[in-house]
């Protein structure tokens, strides 16, 4: 049976080649392609161009068909069906013969890396635009270059997905990824294949909470689905988490939300210190997904962002460097490691009080050694320390950071104290 690593690897290889952007049909393939991966349903969502959503419009729906330049030889010096980077986001079609100094003047590379490809998008100003790497550009010759870019702008919509998964109670924890970045297998494609694992994790789980999964594109993705649900959101989401950049095998990371108080931070931070103690953390003033949005003024919600190399620092970043051989198996088994413990803490994460005056008889109820020497009670100080802060002045995470035990081994203990009824909890 395929680990959870090799079913994610295999699904960002899936949707690695898929040309995205904040409209469009790549977005709704990627969307069909993570509806056939999990075991829930995913509803889809259009929303019309035109639409006003807070201070936004939703633009218009962008479509490519083909794009390329070619030489006075007709040799296609790029073409966008080989790297679909090649063209900025949202160009506008051409079809034009240049020479070189013009030519130039729609050629974008990224200068300190000049054998990569860049990523560039125009969505709110209307341009024509190609990329490639600083070196192809500096190798071009004098003479005429034919522009060609097939591509319309249209009124269509803006798409995205959702998935609820519904727990014994109406409290939710949110999970928000996003799916309008062309070929770029950390940055993009990781985000949604680790979204879908964990939604057939919880599909599995009795679970207390309801589990909202969204799949948006980035920044007018998110704003546009606040202002459709704001309100619920509100109410309901006690944690949130952005996943972006999830694939690779380097460290982890979090962004913070607004000021680091929430419980979607304690959380991850407390996980993170037994999975992986070398984790980066980064304010909210180091933002730059959508957990701008989520902490928002008028928003506010308990949302941190998860990484392992966080986008903007790694140097593959919005490249065509930030392909499939950045991202391996090991590196997404462990991202879900970590977020599938984050939801089995919240799952137990209850304030407990020990309802015994004094310290309880445990070797009656076979919890304890029955024989006194030196060295025996050495296994069993977890649990005498949970029971000593289980005062109801503290919730698992809590218990957790002041006894140093991972939370992971106090959920099994929390479940032995109250299954023997000598624990009251409470949210």
Not at 63 to 92: C, P
Not at 395 to 411: A, F, M, T
Request: glycine letters at 6%.
């Amino acid at each position: 049976m395929n680990t959870e690593g090799e079913r994610m690897y295999k699904l960002a290889e899936k949707l690695f080649p898929i040309c995205r952007s904040i409209t469009g049909e790549g977005v709704v393939k990627t969307l069909s392609i993570i509806s056939d991966c999990i075991t829930a349903e995913m509803t889809i969502h259009h929303v019309p161009s035109g639409t006003q959503v807070f201070d936004w419009t939703v633009p218009k729906e962008w479509k490519i068909r083909q794009a390329y330049i070619e030489d006075e030889n007709n040799h296609r010096i790029i073409d966008f069906e080989k790297n679909n980077l090649h063209v900025i986001g949202y160009s506008l079609p051409v079809d034009k013969w240049v020479d070189l100094d013009e030519l130039k003047e729609y050629i974008y590379t990224q200068k300190d890396q000049p054998d990569v490809i860049p990523y560039v998008t125009s969505y709110y100003k209307e341009r024509i635009g190609f990329c490639m790497s600083e070196n192809q550009k500096n190798s071009l010759k004098e003479g005429k270059y034919h522009m060609y870019v097939d591509s319309e702008l249209f009124d269509g919509s803006l798409t995205y997905g959702e998935v609820v998964i519904k727990g014994r109670t109406q409290d939710e924890i949110l999970f928000s990824t996003y799916v309008c970045h062309p070929s770029m297998a950390d940055n993009e494609c990781s985000g949604p294949s680790l979204a879908a694992e964990l939604i057939n994790y919880v599909s599995k789980r009795d679970n207390r909470y309801t589990y909202r999964f969204v799949f948006i594109p980035e920044t007018i993705g998110s704003i546009t689905y606040l202002s459709r649900n704001l309100e619920y959101l509100k109410e309901h989401v006690k944690a949130g988490f952005v996943l972006s950049c999830v694939g690779d095998d380097r460290e982890y990371s979090v962004i913070e939300s607004k000021y680091a108080d929430t419980l979607a931070d304690k959380v991850l931070k407390n996980i993170l210190s037994y999975h992986a103690p070398q984790y980066k953390t980064y304010s909210f003033l180091q933002r730059g997904s959508d957990e701008r949005q989520y902490n928002a003024v008028g928003v506010e919600l308990p949302v941190v962002a998860f990484c392992r190399s966080k986008y903007g620092e790694y140097p593959e970043y919005h490249t065509s460097a930030d392909d499939m051989t950045l991202v391996s198996e090991k590196g997404f088994q462990g991202s879900f490691d970590v977020m599938t413990q984050v939801i089995e803490a919240l799952e137990h994460n209850y304030y407990y009080r020990i309802n015994i005056i004094c310290e309880p008889q445990l070797g009656k109820r076979g919890l304890y050694p029955t024989i006194s020497q030196k060295g025996s009670y050495d296994a069993i100080m977890a649990l005498r320390d949970f029971i000593a802060y289980a005062d109801g002045k503290n919730d698992l995470i809590d218990i957790s950071n002041i006894i140093n035990v991972p939370v992971r081994e106090l959920c099994t203990i929390a479940d032995q104290l109250d299954n023997g009824g000598m624990l009251d909890k409470k949210r």
